[in-house]
């Protein structure tokens, strides 16, 4: 179990960002904002996957003239991204967005971000600060020699700084950087010197296969050290395959459990089971299932006891047959047509103990 780095909290319209509160995950639009039509019906399809918050780009007019249509038309939170012009996020949040993403390294001079967060304090909306590696600025740069984990902390906490100067609190950090090691240093020395919730990501991540693995890898990393209080996971793919990608690796790391872990072994010749059909049934059938349960599944009974004692149903394959464990021990003998059918029974008991459980620890 992993501790938490204690933050503040912000409020994002319906939702609250920070320590006490669970690791939201985001995502953003690839539509035309100005396409309020399309942008609408992606935002749909991302709501349906379980993104929590989500970012529309507003690069002109026309996109911020869709805002308003699209907050009513959503759930979760909506964000607006800004980048260069300053008046698109006054915009923004005259149309009602619940936050705006700034990068103050481009929006012009320090005066117009400060124009941003006075509006933003004005009118209760929150501000993520994003720094990137293109967007440090150049005494940084040249006082670092190049936009080194040190400068990009630097930079973030100068921008905080302007926050604290306008008295204003209601900020989101991010710092991203396609390299991960950049990413996962800079964020390290950010989250020692500032108590503001920090915004995880790895940028430009790639294709789903191998930036799902950096994401994992530079997000993950981070969050086993307890730090990170919103996460986006970045592919070069329709949005809404980030979201079970931010969700696995929140559960990987233990930081957030909202649907059953399964673990399996990766067979080898002793395989008394078939095993790649008995998982492909079992997550099909617990697609949408929400207790946060361990399910090991086991080829033979060679490792079966062992390791099935550390989660809470342990299925192995044995003798063309399956064997149920519960705790470590073996619980019943079922036929390998049926084994699915027990598991969902054992999961509907846990769902039952826990539930009795609840109430007696709260008496
Ligand atoms: Fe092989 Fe059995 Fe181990 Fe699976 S559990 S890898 S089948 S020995």
Do not use: W
């Not at 117009?112 to 940084?140: M, T, Y």
């Not at 990009?152 to 991203?176: G, M, N, P, W, Y």
């Not at 995880?200 to 890898?217: C, D, Q, W």
């Not at 049926?338 to 999961?347: G, R």
């Amino acid at each position: 179990m992993n501790l938490r780095r204690q933050t503040r909290t912000v409020r994002i319209g319906s939702l609250q960002i920070g320590s006490t509160h669970p690791i939201r995950v985001q995502s953003m639009t690839t539509t035309n904002t100005a396409d309020a039509e399309a942008t609408a019906a992606q935002i749909r399809t991302l709501e349906a996957a379980g993104c929590e918050l989500i970012r529309v780009t507003v690069p002109n007019r026309e996109s911020a003239g869709s805002l308003k249509r699209l907050k009513q038309a959503m759930t979760v939170p909506l964000i607006a991204d800004i980048h260069f012009d300053y008046r698109m996020a006054l915009l923004a949040m005259d149309a009602g967005v619940d936050k705006v993403r700034i990068n103050p390294g481009n929006i012009g001079s320090e005066e117009r971000v400060r124009e941003v967060l006075r509006a933003a304090k004005q009118r209760g909306v929150a501000v993520r600060i994003g720094v990137n590696s293109g967007s440090v600025e150049k005494d940084l740069l040249e006082k670092h020699g190049l936009p080194s984990p040190d400068a990009l902390a630097e930079s973030a906490l100068r921008h905080i700084r302007t926050c604290q100067d306008e008295q204003f609190d209601q900020v989101v950090v991010s710092i991203k950087s396609t390299d991960v090691r950049t990413c996962l240093e800079a964020n390290r020395r950010l989250a020692e010197q500032c108590d503001f919730p920090l915004h995880l990501g790895i940028t430009e991540a790639g294709r789903p296969a191998y930036g799902s693995i950096k994401s994992a890898v530079g997000i993950g990393g981070l969050l086993l050290e307890g730090i990170g209080d919103t996460i986006r996971v970045s592919l070069t793919a329709p949005p809404e395959q980030e979201i079970p990608v931010a969700f696995d690796i929140l559960k990987a790391t233990g930081a957030r459990i909202n649907s059953p872990e399964l673990v399996a072994c990766p067979t080898c010749g002793r395989i008394d089971i078939d095993l790649e059909k008995l998982m492909a049934e079992i997550e099909e059938r617990l697609a949408g299932e929400t207790l946060p349960v361990r399910i090991a599944v086991l080829g033979c009974v060679v490792n079966g006891p062992g390791e099935a004692s550390e989660a809470d149903i342990g299925i192995a394959g044995g003798g063309g047959m399956g064997i149920l464990y519960r705790g470590g021990k073996a619980v019943a003998r079922v036929k390998e047509k049926d084994m699915v059918d027990a598991l969902l029974a054992e999961i509907e008991k846990i769902r039952a103990e826990r539930a009795q459980a609840e109430p007696a620890a709260k008496s």
